[in-house]
């Protein structure tokens, strides 16, 4: 379990996702305008997204695949999967309960 949620608030994890967002967009050398003309995601809404961190899930997947950034969006919520027959032997069965 990660701890995570108790040193930042959804919307404080949110606008630290935003300022890297924004941080790899500068170091690509990318202006708003060009990101905005190039992945189809409105200026605005990349401005929003730097500043406060929000926006759609939709966009940031637009905005990933054009920062090459994917495959860490692509790995969200990732199950892992166990190698070794000693792993899946030894794994405890874990289900839903509601």
Do not use: W
């Amino acid at each position: 379990m990660s701890f995570i949620h108790l040193l930042y608030s959804p919307s404080e994890l949110a606008a630290n996702i935003g300022q890297n967002a924004k941080k790899l967009r500068l170091s690509k050398n990318l202006s708003r305008k060009t990101l905005a003309e190039k992945s189809g995601v409105s200026e605005s809404t990349i401005k929003r997204f730097e500043t406060k961190g929000t926006i759609t899930l939709e966009a940031m997947i637009l905005l990933a695949t054009h920062l090459d950034a994917l495959g860490s969006i692509s790995n969200f919520f990732k199950t892992e999967y166990l190698s070794t027959y000693e792993e899946l032997n030894n794994a405890k069965r874990q289900r839903g309960t509601r």
